[in-house]
Structures are given as C-alpha cells and as structure tokens.
C-alpha cells in the first residue's frame, strides 16, 4: 500500500481545553481533507483531564498525537517541545480553543508553496482582511502596546509579531530550535529574534474568534514573561534573565526590611535587635514566595509540605549569605581595600550570587 507522506504537522499547546479539543479535531478534519497532516496536542496535565480526552481521541484516529508534560507549565517551551516532536515538512502552531480558524492553515501552506524564498506564513489579526472579533478596548490596548514593544525590538516590518498562529518550514526551525529561549507566551517573537539571518515571512490575515469554552490563559504574570523574554533576547548573554529577576526581586526585599524595620523598631517600639530579626524574617519569606511566583514560575513549589520545606531552606541559605555578605564587606572595609559603600556593595554582591546559585539548586532544584 502506497502511504503519503507526512505533509504538515499542526502543534497545539493545551491548558484547560477539555471542551474544545474534540471540536477543534473535527474541523481540523475538515479543513484539511485531502492532505497528509497529525495534530501534536502538548499539555501541561490540564487539571481539567484535558490529556485523556486528547488520549482517547487519538486511539480512534492515528493522526492525534499528545505530549502531556508533568509539572511543567509555559505555552512557548509547549510549542517547541511539540515542533520538536514532528518529522513533518511544514510545522503550524495554532491556539486549541477556537480562536483560530483551521481553514487558515491552507493559506498559510499556500503562501509557502507560492515562493521558495519564505521561512513563514504569519496568520495576522492586523493585516488587511484580519480583524480581534470583539475585544474590549483595553485588551486592544494591551495588545497594541504589546506589539509596539515587540517591533521596537524586531525592527521588522510585520503587522501581528505577537499571533500564535503561523506555519514554518521545518529545517529553519530546527536551525533556530537551540537558541529558543522558551521563556513565556510569544513563540513567534522568539523565532524571529533567534534567527541571525533574518526569517522571510508573509502575513495572511486572520479573523481572531471568540473563546467560547474555557478561559483565557494571559495574565499579568504572562505580561510580565513577555517583558522577560524581550530582557532575555537583548541583555540575556550578558546577565542571566533568572538572576537579574531574582536581584530585582532581592532589592525589593531590601525595602520591605526597611518597612518592617520602621514598623517594628520605630513604631512599636521593639528592642533593636527583635525588630532587625523580624524585618529579616519578612524580607525573606517575601523573597521567597516572590520568587516562587516570578523567577522559578515554571519550577514552582505547590503545597504546604513543599513550600514549607522550600521556606526552610530558602531562609537556610539567605542566612548563609547574610554572613558572607557582612564578612566580605568588614573585610575589605577593616583591610582598607575599599571605602564603607564599596565594601558594602562587595558584600551585596557576593551575598546575591550566593543565594541565587544555591537557592536554585535546593531550594528550586529537581
Ligand atoms: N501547554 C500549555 N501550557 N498550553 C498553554 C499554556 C501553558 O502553560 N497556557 C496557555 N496554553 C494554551 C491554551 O490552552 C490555548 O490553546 C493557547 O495556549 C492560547 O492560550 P489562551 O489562554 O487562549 O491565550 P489568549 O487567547 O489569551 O492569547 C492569544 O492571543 C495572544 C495575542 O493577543 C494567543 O494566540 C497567544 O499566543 C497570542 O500571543
Ligand atoms: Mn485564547
């Protein structure tokens, strides 16, 4: 029996999609018939037993495959991990709730077929013909201030760099696969600022629909990776995006000390020592839930026993790093290697790297 060969690879991260995905299958069927095409379904162990309905689908028909990853989380890392996971020609990746047509993946596929010369087919929500459906205002807001952002760091002429929906050849995303950062939501920002020689793309517009099952996934911690993988992208070769996070966040601390301190010793009167024990107990467990939230997002500690044991040990090595922080710092100020702030500043630094490098390792680490 002659066997078409694989012609297309459609890669859908999932979270919560347990009422769209057996529709999307269906239309999926449809707007493809005739070509030689599988679905990579990647889910992050969807509370909602997304995986399994995905599973049962795919002992029906051969050409449903899933990824379900465990105790991970992040739609940029899902995308690559299923893109990765392909042996088609041509890889789309496309949202599972119904907000993007599958009809649309055939022009895609048309606008490669059309000129050798193009790495990608972008479906756009802001080319000519596209349109976001009903959004409120101030998530087109949001949007728009978004993609200015992202052009700024382009330099690239395209409409929508934020789209979550396009097709690219599958050799030049293997070119760039290993220099993906995978922080975040914006796949397709980070394939374009990977690409040292530019990627030739072309726009299809795109009528962004309605979810109308489930809820959408784009938060403030979202917002937040995406700023964050735009840092990664310009300044990442040069301070770790993880450790800049986590000395913002160290900083930040330092002000909640100096609060509680002025709470504690200030106001209620505490003795010196009491209050500085307190604020120190405070910044910490700030710090460490902030970083438990923010900079280990996709490591985080769930529970009471594993935040508990994660506490503990984050306190462990801050106060660790709080006494090498204070002997680097007398020793170059009592050796006159440096004046007070210097020292001080020495102090601050050795006592972050410390904390961050063995926090990642027991506190975060696997
Ligand atoms: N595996 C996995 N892991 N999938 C995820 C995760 C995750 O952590 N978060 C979201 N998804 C899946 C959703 O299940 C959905 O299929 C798709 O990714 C898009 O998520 P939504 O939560 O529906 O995002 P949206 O509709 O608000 O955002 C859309 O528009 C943005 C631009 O405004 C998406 O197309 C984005 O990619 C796009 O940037
Ligand atoms: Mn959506």
Same mark, same amino acid.
């Given at each position: 029996?002659?066997?078409?060969?694989?012609?297309?690879?459609?890669?859908? /991260?999932?979270?919560?999609?347990?009422?769209?995905? $057996?529709?999307?299958? =269906?239309? &999926?069927?449809?707007? +493809?018939? #005739?070509?030689?095409?599988?679905?990579?379904?990647?889910?992050?162990?969807?509370?909602?037993?997304?995986?399994?309905?995905?599973?049962?689908?795919?002992?029906?028909?051969?050409?449903?495959?899933?990824?379900?990853?465990?105790?991970?989380?992040?739609?940029?890392?899902?995308?690559?991990?299923?893109?990765?996971?392909?042996?088609?020609?041509?890889?789309?990746?496309?949202?599972?709730?119904?907000?993007?047509?599958?009809?649309?993946?055939?022009?895609?596929?048309?606008?490669?077929?059309?000129?050798?010369?193009?790495?990608?087919?972008?479906?756009?929500?802001?080319?000519?013909?596209?349109?976001?459906?009903?959004?409120?205002?101030?998530?087109?807001?949001?949007?728009?201030?978004?993609?200015?952002?992202?052009?700024?760091?382009?330099?690239?002429?395209?409409?929508? /760099?934020?789209?979550?929906?396009?097709?690219?050849? $599958?050799?030049?995303? =293997?070119? &760039?696969?290993?220099? +993906?950062? #995978?922080?975040?939501?914006?796949?397709?920002?980070?394939?374009?600022?990977?690409?040292?020689?530019?990627?030739?793309?072309?726009?299809?517009?795109?009528?962004?629909?309605?979810?109308?099952?489930?809820?959408?996934?784009?938060?403030?911690?979202?917002?937040?990776?995406?700023?964050?993988?735009?840092?990664?992208?310009?300044?990442?070769?040069?301070?770790?995006?993880?450790?800049?996070?986590?000395?913002?966040?160290?900083?930040?601390?330092?002000?909640?000390?100096?609060?509680?301190?002025?709470?504690?010793?200030?106001?209620?009167?505490?003795?010196?020592?009491?209050?500085?024990?307190?604020?120190?107990?405070?910044?910490?467990?700030?710090?460490?839930?902030?970083?438990?939230?923010?900079?280990?997002?996709?490591?985080?500690?769930?529970?009471?026993?594993?935040?508990?044991?994660?506490?503990?040990?984050?306190?462990?090595?801050?106060?660790?790093?709080?006494?090498?922080?204070?002997?680097?710092?007398?020793?170059?100020?009592?050796?006159?290697?440096?004046?007070?702030?210097?020292?001080?500043?020495?102090?601050?630094?050795?006592?972050?790297?410390?904390?961050?490098?063995?926090?990642?390792?027991?506190?975060?680490?696997?």
């Amino acid at each position: 029996m002659l066997v078409k060969s694989l012609e297309l690879a459609v890669v859908i /991260p999932t979270f919560n999609e347990a009422g769209n995905v $057996a529709e999307l299958v =269906r239309r &999926l069927d449809v707007a +493809l018939a #005739g070509r030689a095409w599988e679905a990579v379904f990647v889910d992050d162990a969807s509370p909602d037993g997304t995986a399994r309905i995905l599973r049962d689908l795919a002992r029906q028909d051969r050409r449903i495959r899933v990824i379900e990853r465990i105790g991970r989380r992040g739609l940029s890392s899902a995308c690559i991990e299923g893109m990765l996971a392909t042996g088609a020609p041509l890889i789309a990746v496309m949202d599972a709730d119904l907000q993007h047509d599958p009809a649309v993946l055939i022009r895609l596929e048309a606008a490669l077929a059309a000129d050798p010369d193009l790495d990608l087919a972008i479906a756009s929500r802001f080319a000519e013909g596209g349109g976001t459906g009903d959004w409120e205002r101030e998530r087109l807001a949001k949007s728009e201030t978004a993609n200015r952002i992202a052009q700024l760091v382009l330099k690239a002429e395209l409409s929508d /760099p934020l789209s979550g929906f396009f097709m690219i050849r $599958a050799g030049r995303f =293997r070119e &760039l696969a290993p220099r +993906l950062s #995978g922080i975040g939501f914006k796949i397709l920002l980070d394939l374009l600022t990977a690409a040292r020689r530019p990627l030739v793309f072309a726009e299809v517009p795109l009528q962004f629909h309605r979810r109308e099952v489930g809820e959408s996934k784009l938060d403030h911690v979202v917002a937040l990776e995406f700023l964050l993988a735009l840092y990664d992208r310009v300044f990442g070769r040069y301070v770790p995006t993880r450790f800049a996070m986590f000395a913002v966040i160290g900083a930040i601390g330092v002000v909640v000390h100096m609060a509680l301190l002025g709470l504690t010793y200030g106001l209620a009167g505490f003795g010196f020592l009491p209050a500085q024990a307190t604020a120190t107990l405070g910044a910490m467990t700030f710090n460490f839930f902030l970083n438990n939230a923010l900079t280990y997002r996709d490591r985080r500690l769930h529970g009471t026993r594993a935040l508990l044991r994660g506490w503990l040990s984050f306190c462990a090595v801050c106060s660790v790093g709080a006494l090498a922080n204070v002997g680097v710092a007398a020793f170059l100020f009592e050796e006159r290697y440096a004046y007070a702030t210097v020292s001080a500043l020495a102090g601050i630094m050795v006592a972050a790297v410390w904390n961050y490098a063995l926090s990642s390792r027991f506190t975060w680490g696997r």
